[in-house]
């Protein structure tokens, strides 16, 4: 999903491939890679431009989500799938997404093989300050395989590592997921997932804070 940020720019997290290198004219695949960016507009969707490529270590699949910096201004958080990794790719921006900084390894969320999309949403919570942002993050929590989707909770984004242990929303095969922050301390999630394989079925599942928190 896109995201509008306080200062009303839209921003669509996407992911393209580049070719780093050619031979006689013509593209290596050793040398192409994915790359995240942001695709974004401040004419209400009128017309839009990409940011760039997100470098660093590699990334494919992403989303983004606004939280709020210590100077009043804001910084658009990206968590991306790796490329060749087995855990979560961040990387931040202070410019609403026109350039990020290089993307690093966030090992305290685990990827299974070959990886998987993620979805992140901010929130403000109930009985926190209004400028405060907390992250809410969705993905399959085995290390092996697309198993048991869990919600993982980050009180201090900026702050390095402050993922909490993920609550398990759905336990069995499942596979990509989408949040959002709903109005009176409720949040949905949409997902993929199925008795014997995470794309069997697309599911939507309603919880609290309370649930989440005080899990």
Do not use: M
């Not at 958080?77 to 290089?102: H, I, N, Q, W």
Request: with cysteine; charged share 20%.
């Amino acid at each position: 999903h896109g995201v509008q940020l306080r200062a009303g720019r839209l921003a669509a997290p996407a992911y393209a491939y580049y070719v780093h290198r050619r031979l006689c004219g013509r593209p290596l695949p050793c040398c192409t890679r994915p790359h995240a960016l942001v695709v974004y507009s401040d004419d209400q969707g009128r017309s839009w431009s990409k940011g760039a490529l997100v470098q660093g270590v590699g990334t494919g699949e992403c989303q983004v989500a606004e939280v709020a910096a210590g100077d009043g201004g804001s910084v658009l958080y990206c968590s991306a799938r790796p490329r060749r990794l087995r855990c979560r790719a961040v990387a931040l921006s202070t410019d609403r997404g026109l350039r990020f900084g290089r993307s690093v390894r966030c090992e305290e969320l685990c990827e299974p093989p070959r990886g998987c999309q993620g979805s992140v949403v901010s929130f403000t919570p109930e009985e926190e300050d209004d400028d405060a942002s907390w992250l809410l993050f969705s993905h399959p929590t085995d290390r092996r395989r697309r198993r048991d989707l869990g919600v993982y909770v980050n009180p201090s984004p900026l702050s390095g590592s402050s993922w909490w242990p993920p609550w398990l929303l759905y336990e069995g095969p499942c596979g990509y997921s989408d949040l959002a922050v709903c109005p009176g301390g409720l949040f949905g999630c949409l997902f993929e997932c199925g008795p014997v394989s995470g794309c069997e079925e697309i599911a939507f599942c309603l919880f609290s804070q309370q649930q989440l928190l005080g899990a």
